[in-house]
């Protein structure tokens, strides 16, 4: 279907984005105009703020078979640069002051648009690895209808929900599921902006996702208590402390369905709408997919539900690899198998645990996925900075903060986090900078990152 099942049938739940409500025809039209004006382009790209535009924008590109590439509002010039150059996106749907010829989110277009293929690419994530600059995930159409038609029936979604959510829309959990999840089940959308307690409060729904960091939030705001009538809360995109699954079960009356993904593979593992849920665990593998551990010498760890191991994952909502990056993809993807970094256990019944990652270089802070070498980089490239680490220290509110370690002389702690602001967005911003003498190092040379205090 040219349009992935995201605008047909006959629903009028209600969408909503920061307080824009547009009608799924008027959507629709808009959606064709843009496609009508895009066609053949390699990619476009999207400022994605949280806006009915972005939808508009995001589904023209789905209409158009063209991949789109949704770009923080908040990036850097850097990191903005990185982003452009390297999709080659050669157009701007919508607002935004990227130097690319720009295509409005207005207007009608009545010719025929075509038939994209289901391996055609809908979308270009840019996502951050261990070092070096974000790499471009490629995620086809099929794997998007896959993962959404595989949680529409974990999660009993259909268009009698009302999907309530305020994630930023140029990632996974916001755009892929809290967007086009959305759009394809039929169900209602109330994006709230951001993802406050008082807007969820407020808004009424039945679902309502959030990252770990705005589920503590809302336990701690008291807003728990009016999401009562709801009938499935999901948190994912980083752990959810067992104390806050418990305080929001305590005060919501819901045990909160946890499901496990990546930008590479879309989301993968999840308790069900009519299952178990288990504080502190993920679940269990969607339709399709299979899992398993491995040893750090690529031995079989045993499903016991004690022994970890990495998390290894088969799925069709694979991504189709990082753009222009053979070697990282072919590392990542071997024999159909997606070494997802995350160590995990999974027990006898099936259950899957997500106990930490192999690498201490990627950091997620309020569910966002930061890689230590880009702030690494962006510090190095300050002239009084000799020599810099970066690494997540556990953060009461964000699970995990960026902190770094910096060799320099003549600059302070602001100076630096105003420095990295400058290049990159505001979450990869260091919240706190130690001042050290010396990094410890192996015989090698390469910094211990395990060795620097948490
Ligand atoms: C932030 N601020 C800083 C700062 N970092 N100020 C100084 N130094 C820093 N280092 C500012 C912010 O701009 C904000 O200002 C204020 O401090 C509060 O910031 P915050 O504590 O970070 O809160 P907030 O901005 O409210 O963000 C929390 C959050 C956000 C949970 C809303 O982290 C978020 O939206 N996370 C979702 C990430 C996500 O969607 N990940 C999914 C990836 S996909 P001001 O002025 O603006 O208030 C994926 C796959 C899967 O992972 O499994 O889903
Ligand atoms: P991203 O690429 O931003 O999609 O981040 C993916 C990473 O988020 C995974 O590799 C995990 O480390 C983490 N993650 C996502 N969901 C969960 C979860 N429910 N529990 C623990 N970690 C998670």
Sequence with gaps: MGDMGLLGGERDGVLSVAGEVVGRAELAARAR???????????????????????????????????????PPDSGPAELAHILGDS????????????????????DFSGGLPEPSDDATALILY?????????????????????LDALAEAWAWTADDVLVHGLPLFHVHGLVLGV????????????????????YAAAGGSLYFGVPTVWSRVVESGAAEALRGARLLVSGSAGLPAPVFDALAAASGHR?????????????????????????????????????????????VP????????????????FQGYLGRPEATAEALRDGWFHTGDI??????????????ASTDLIKSGGYRIGAGEIEAALLAHPAVREAAVIGTPHADLGEQVTAFVIADGVTAADLIDFVARDLSI?????????VDSLPRNALGKVQKKLLPS
């Excluded at 998390?311 to 069709?316: A, D, E, I, M, Q």
């Excluded at 979450?427 to 001042?435: A, D, E, G, L, N």
């Design 88 to 107: 080659g996106a050669e157009l701007l749907v919508g607002a935004g002051d990227y130097g690319l010829p720009t295509v409005p989110v207005t207007g």
């Design 427 to 435: 979450h990869k911003r260091p919240r706190t900078v130690h001042f």
């Design 127 to 147: 996502t951050s690895g261990t070092t070096g600059a974000p790499k471009g995930v490629m995620v086809s159409r099929a794997a998007v209808a896959a993962d």
């Design 180 to 199: 086009l999840g959305a759009l394809r089940t039929g169900s209602g959308l109330v994006h709230t902006g951001r993802p406050t307690p008082e807007a």
């Design 344 to 357: 995990a256990t999974i027990a006898p019944d099936g259950w899957h645990r997500i106990v930490g990652r």
């Design 33 to 71: 105009g843009v496609a009508g004006r895009i066609g053949g382009a390699k990619s476009v790209a999207v400022r994605a703020t949280a806006s009915v535009d972005t939808v508009v924008a995001v589904v023209g590109g789905l209409l158009a078979g063209v991949p789109v590439v949704p770009v």
């Design 303 to 318: 499903h016991d539900g004690a022994t970890p191991g990495e998390l290894l994952v088969r799925t069709p909502t694979v």
């Design 256 to 300: 909160a369905v946890e499901r496990y993904g990546m930008t590479e593979t879309l989301i993968t593992v999840s308790a069900r709408h009519d299952g178990e849920r288990r504080a502190g665990q993920v679940g269990l593998p969607l339709r399709g997919v299979q899992t398993r551990l491995v040893g750090e010498h690529g031995e079989a």
